[in-house]
């Protein structure tokens, strides 16, 4: 379980500095940071490796975040894990990315936007 834990703490950490070296900014990747290290927990916690998950281990973990989240914030996690993913598939780390079909429907109205008043 320990070594499950690093394998994922050390793919994180490695996705972070990609980001960084593509000139993202600190803040930016923070979030992402929080967001995947989520995810690796639970992960880690159903014992599943970066190259195990798959579409069905995607739907279990929207099925328990969905309660949790606005549409908006899911969409957001979907993106990170996907462009993580990516990532991995990149590296050469996973062969396909599980989360690359998914999407989550936002409505428009629960979207807000700045305006100049």
Same mark, same amino acid.
């Not at 309660?67 to 894990?81: A, C, F, Q, T």
């Given at each position: 379980?320990?070594?499950?834990?690093?394998?994922?703490?050390?793919?994180?950490?490695?996705?972070?500095?990609?980001?960084?070296?593509?000139?993202?900014?600190?803040?930016?990747?923070?979030?992402?940071?929080?967001? @995947?290290?989520? /995810?690796? &927990?639970?992960? +880690?916690?159903?014992? %599943?490796?970066? =190259?195990?998950?798959?579409?069905? $281990?995607?739907?279990?973990?929207?099925?328990?975040?969905?309660?949790?989240?606005?549409?908006?914030?899911?969409?957001?996690?979907?993106?990170? @894990?996907k462009d /993580?993913? &990516?990532?991995? +598939?990149?590296?050469? %780390?996973?062969? =396909?990315?599980?989360?690359?079909? $998914?999407?989550i429907k936002?409505?428009?109205?629960?979207?807000?936007?700045?305006?100049?008043?």
């Amino acid at each position: 379980m320990e070594d499950l834990k690093v394998l994922w703490a050390k793919l994180i950490i490695d996705y972070c500095n990609h980001l960084l070296s593509r000139n993202y900014s600190k803040v930016q990747v923070k979030n992402r940071f929080y967001t @995947l290290r989520r /995810f690796a &927990r639970l992960m +880690v916690r159903s014992n %599943v490796r970066p =190259e195990d998950v798959s579409f069905k $281990v995607v739907n279990r973990f929207l099925e328990f975040e969905r309660g949790k989240k606005l549409p908006s914030s899911l969409d957001y996690e979907v993106r990170i @894990l996907k462009d /993580f993913y &990516r990532y991995l +598939v990149k590296m050469g %780390v996973v062969e =396909e990315n599980p989360f690359e079909e $998914v999407t989550i429907k936002v409505s428009k109205s629960e979207r807000e936007y700045l305006t100049e008043e």
